[in-house]
């Protein structure tokens, strides 16, 4: 296409609602391609380091941010998982060697969402761009998604009305974005809790793995945040007794419990209207998918853009979410699981599947994303 068709394109006012990991991704993509995007957060400031949220980046992930220049910085803070693990009681059912994923990085790595927040915050300030926080997006409804108009407050009360060529709802579960389109929400919810606490040591401790150990009935997992702190996630009230802790406690620095919920919008735009990340899906965090689903959606949105083909990005990743929402229900299943025959079973079968090389090769593909489509912009081999 023609230069100045691809300077017009550029030209055009972007607004993106919500600055975590997806809104974040979709300014920079966006900004390493000539756009000048705007982004507002009604929040303080990115996620707290101490409430870790999402922790897992996949080499999916870490493909897609490498041409801005963030997955180096991931690689030098995060913590590389070498191995997952399944245990039942000590007996091991299970041990994955992430690192047999070919390609040119490991399958899945650990660091607290905060901090990949900051990293993106701080590869975005290079391109003279920043969030703009306790700036909150007003809108009951959107009356024209090809021109939509909404207004923003700010800390202060102040208000703004804007109509950006472009409107990117990357503002989490609760989206304002996707209400004011009027866009349900479908699906269902687990009746199973998750339980979740984080834990700092007196000295650095061994991260090179993550674990599931299964209580039958009911899980505890094990992840590394950092070189000192683990989180322990399990579907059990009182899983803080049944911790075998690897060194003394320094202190107990989030704890937090959620209802498991799967859901998605179809389709993911209307007009010029496009959600992205939390706003148009989510689902159980076992596979540690969520947060990189979100940019994934955000670096083919902003590609899409910069081509001018951003009608097909809901067709392009429908697909792709329900996927995901599906292997992630059906892994939550398995480790939620109460029926003594069912969990026997589980236990049986599980560890003899994964001895066959092509189940443990489909396992550590998804794993690593490699389950959704290659994006066509980057050129080497996965």
Known sequence: MADGAGGERKSRSVLIAGAGPAGLTAALELARRGFIPRIVDDGQGPAPLEESRALGINARTLTLLSPSGVTERILAAAQPIAHFRIRSGTKVLADVDTRRMPGRFGA??????????????????????????Q?????????????????????????????????IGADGAHSAVRK????????????????????RYARPVDTHF??????????????????????????LEDFESRIVHPDAVVEKTWVSQFRINFRHVEPMARGNVFLAGDAAHIHSPAGARGMNLGIEDACWLAWLIAEGREEEYSALR?????????????????ITMKNPLAIAARN??????????????????????YDTPKPPWIDWAE
Request: charged share 20%.
């Open 318 to 334: 429908i697909p792709a979410v329900k996927r995901v929402l599906k292997q992630t229900y059906g892994l939550t299943r398995l």
């Open 135 to 167: 700036t909150a997006i007003l809108v009951e409804t959107i009356a024209d998604v090809n021109r939509p108009e909404v207004m923003l407050r700010r800390a202060d009360g102040a208000t703004e009305t804007v109509r950006p060529d472009i409107l």
């Open 180 to 199: 004011a389109l009027g866009a349900g929400f479908p699906g269902e919810a687990l009746e199973a809790y998750f339980y979740l606490a984080d834990f």
């Open 108 to 133: 899945i790595h650990g660091l607290a969402q905060g901090v990949t927040e900051r990293l993106l915050i701080e590869a975005l300030a290079a391109h003279g761009i920043a969030p703009e926080w």
């Open 210 to 235: 993550a674990e599931i150990t299964l209580c039958d009935p009911g899980m505890v997992g094990r992840l590394p945040v950092s070189s000192d702190v683990l989180r322990y996630i399990s579907t």
């Open 348 to 369: 049986l079968f599980a560890p003899l599947l994964l001895r066959f090389g092509p189940v443990r090769h489909e396992l550590l593909h998804n794993i690593a994303g």
